[in-house]
């Protein structure tokens, strides 16, 4: 079975890039910036040759911190005392045939100078040594320096003296708040030649306990003399060997994206990635139904049938009384036909051929009053429920974006309303071949009266009858006019029962059919972009865990 692999850098810097950009405006901004700054920072960094350790030598005024830099390079390269404070620029000793000029001219360094090899000791090829500004000078512009180098190079040695080991400014405006680049960071004390044997022992103790207590037991402490060479044989061995493993560079990087993975996650929270229930949907889909008069429709849609139905199914005579009141359907500009459909869809710009039952306008949809407030509270519902327990910033966005399109939602269910087929044109054969038996019933009856007439028109001129017919014991003429109209009656009453049944389906149907256009416009208008955010969120933590390793 293989193991499964740490990310490296390479893909903890990319993932945090993503995090980054999926939090943003859902997190604080200056957050943000600074994993941004992170990932730009890293990369540069990364860019240049590996090989290269960019060292610095950071302290107080007095600490002889110039005086170990230039005891390390083997001549005077920074000039100590008096003159000090006079620059705030730092300067740089490398070793070795590693260029890094452009490592320099990144970490903007003018003052420098190179060493071919160190003879006799432990090779420091590739060592890049800082000298940075006093961290306590009056001049701003020297503090600023150091702050500014300090976040770049890839280890950091705290350069102390036996009277200021545990200076505030130094404890509590660095060693403290950088605590997390314990593995890459050093604490010399200097000048220990002014110290007795007992002093030294109770000094170096002393700065130890405080450490500890800071929070920075993994920070070494080495104490040396630069004036003396007590202990600096010993130190550039410690360079060297940091020089050699190549993992200071590493080091740095990934504690720099642990802290701000730290950070953003703590803004991010912790919460599983919320779902939105389909019952809640449902409810936003009933609501939105009532707005857009779905109710109103599928009773327009009974009525339709029962009108139309009647219409064509009942006795010609008196059904014809039915089609002078409106077409409830029509009355709402649904269901116009295909002529006048085809002339609405011309009209508002609408192509019949790919969007046949597109209308541009149906006189239902009302988001005002008791519809539009049971609408807002189906999405407050809805985007209360996608939000419980994101942090702040991510609730924010999902309750946004559960909104964000609200503004189209009216039109849409209109829409919606307009291009559901209602299916009024299916079902309705049967209407025909009964239309048909009414018309020949009413011939029949016509027959009849027609023969009735010519019986009494022979009679009144005296004239010879028509021949006797009849069917038990029924005139014929009397059968064909008062049999045509008792069937025609009893057939349109049948008939009738029919229409209704087809009514009670149409509207089950219509309603399903509306419901369900509905539900297309929530989801694309509502639930989508709420499960867009809440996916980012997703990616966000997703992409924060790869970047923590």
Known sequence: MARSSKPGLADRLRALGEAADAASGRVDAQLVEEANSV??????????SGAATVTALAGATGSGKSTLFNALAGSEVSVPGIRRPTTGQPAAVTWGDEPTSELLDWLQV??????????GEAGLDGL??????????????????????????DMLVWVVDPQKYADAALHDNYLVPLREYAPVMMVVLNQTDLLNREDRRRTLDDLRGLLDREGLQEV????????????????????????????????????????IVTRLSKASGTAQMPRVDDRTVTELDTACARAAGVPAVTEAVGQ?????????????????????RPDPLRRLHLDLGPRRRARREIESGVD????????????VTS????????????????????????????????????????????????????????????????????????????????????WLAADFGLLYLRMPPLPDFSWRGIPAPTALAVGGVLLGL????????????????????????????????????????????????????????????
């Open 39 to 48: 990932v730009r920072r890293a990369g540069q960094r990364l860019r240049f």
């Open 110 to 119: 003018p003052r420098r100078h190179h060493v071919d090899a160190y003879g």
């Open 128 to 153: 890049v040594l800082l000298d940075l500004p006093d961290h306590d000078s009056v001049e701003v512009s020297h503090r600023m320096e150091v702050d500014r180098l300090v976040r770049l190079v």
């Open 220 to 259: 070494p402490v080495h104490a040396v003399s630069a004036l003396t060479g007590e202990g600096m044989a010993e130190l550039r061995a410690i360079l060297a060997g940091r020089v050699r493993d190549k993992q200071a560079v590493a080091d740095r990087v990934g504690v720099d994206i642990d802290r």
């Open 304 to 324: 339709a049938w029962r009108r139309r139905g009647r219409g064509a199914t009942g006795w010609p005579v008196v059904s014809w009384v039915a089609t002078l």
């Open 352 to 363: 019949a051929t790919h969007a046949p039952t597109a209308l541009s306008r149906t006189s």
């Open 367 to 450: 988001l005002k009053g008791v519809p539009a407030a049971q609408v807002d509270a189906a999405l407050r519902v809805l985007a209360d429920q996608a939000s419980a327990g994101l942090p702040r910033g991510w609730a924010d966005a999902v309750r946004t974006a559960a909104r964000s399109r609200t503004g189209d939602l009216s039109d849409a269910l209109d829409r919606a309303i307009g291009s559901t087929n209602l299916q009024m044109h299916r079902n309705r054969r049967w209407w025909s071949v009964v239309r048909v038996v009414q018309w020949i019933l009413i011939a029949t009856v016509l027959a009849g009266l027609a």
């Open 490 to 549: 009893v057939l349109g009453g049948l008939s009738r029962i029919g229409v209704e049944v087809g009514a009670r389906r149409k509207v089950v149907t219509a309603r399903r059919a509306l419901l369900g256009k509905i539900d297309t416009v929530t989801r694309e208008l509502v639930v989508h972009p709420v499960t867009d955010e809440l996916e980012r969120y997703e990616k966000a933590r997703a992409a924060l865990t790869i970047a923590a390793g």
